[in-house]
C-alpha cells in the first residue's frame, strides 16, 4: 500500500481468485449473521458457495477466517484513498474527508447489512472477534506505512504512529457503535459521521 511503489495488475487468474473468495466471504457472512456463527459449517458456506470443501479450506484456515475478505473492503478503500491524495502525510480534515468517502456504502447496501449482523454475532464467538481485531489492527498497520511513505524528513515517527492508531481506533469504533445502535447507513449515526466525531476526539492534539 506505498504510496510511492508502482501498482500491481492482478492477473485474470488472480482476479478470479479474489472473486471466489469475496463470494465465500459473503456467503459465510450471510449465514453467520442469520443464524450465529455455532449454527453454521465449513461444509455449508462451501455448498452455498458453489465450491468444494477442499477449495474452501484453500482460501480459509477456518469458517471465521472466510469472512476477512468482506471486513477488510472497507480498510483497503480508506488505505486507497489515502495514498492516492496529496504527497504529503494529510491533514485531519483531509483524512476525515477520506474516512467520509471510505465509509459511505452507495451500491452495497447488502454488504454494510451484513456486515452489522456479523458485527451482532461477533459477541458470541471470540474466534470471529479475533479475525475483526486482527484486520483493524493490520489496517493500523498499514496506514502507518502509507503515512511513513508520505512523511517528509521532519515528521516525527512517534506522531505518525499516533495518527495512524487514531484512525485506524475511529473507523473501528464507529462501525462497531453504528452496528450496536443499529443505525442507518447514512446521515447522523452512520458510520462516516461517527467515524468523523470519532477521529476529531482521538486525534484532535495530534497536530495533523
Not at 506505498?2 to 463470494?23: C, F, G, N, Y
Not at 471465521?64 to 502525510?89: D, H, K, S
Not at 445502535?181 to 476529531?200: E, H, I
Request: with cysteine.
Amino acid at each position: 500500500m506505498s504510496a510511492t511503489h508502482p501498482i500491481v495488475r492482478p492477473t485474470l487468474a488472480e482476479r478470479r481468485k479474489q472473486e471466489t473468495r469475496m463470494d465465500i466471504a459473503r456467503t459465510a457472512a450471510r449465514l453467520f449473521a442469520e443464524h450465529g456463527t455455532a449454527a453454521v459449517t465449513a461444509e455449508q458456506i462451501a455448498s452455498e458457495s458453489g465450491v468444494a470443501l477442499r477449495t474452501f479450506y484453500r482460501y480459509a484456515r477456518t469458517k471465521e477466517e472466510a469472512v476477512e475478505p468482506l471486513l477488510a473492503t472497507g480498510a483497503q478503500r480508506w488505505l486507497e484513498i489515502v495514498a492516492a491524495g496529496p504527497q504529503r502525510v494529510p491533514t485531519l480534515p483531509e483524512l476525515e474527508e477520506a474516512i467520509q468517502t471510505s465509509l459511505t456504502f452507495e451500491g452495497a447496501p447488502e454488504d454494510l447489512e451484513t456486515t452489522r449482523g456479523l458485527i451482532h454475532a461477533m459477541d458470541d464467538d471470540p474466534a470471529l472477534r479475533t479475525v475483526w481485531h486482527r484486520i483493524n489492527l493490520e489496517a493500523e498497520r498499514d496506514l502507518l506505512c502509507v503515512l511513513t511513505d508520505l512523511a517528509g524528513p521532519t515528521e516525527d515517527p512517534l506522531q505518525l504512529r499516533l495518527l495512524a492508531a487514531a484512525s485506524a481506533g475511529a473507523i473501528r469504533i464507529a462501525v462497531e457503535q453504528w452496528a450496536s445502535d443499529n443505525a442507518p447507513a447514512t446521515g447522523p449515526g452512520a458510520p462516516a459521521d461517527l467515524a468523523v466525531r470519532s477521529l476529531r476526539a482521538l486525534a484532535g492534539g495530534i497536530g495533523h
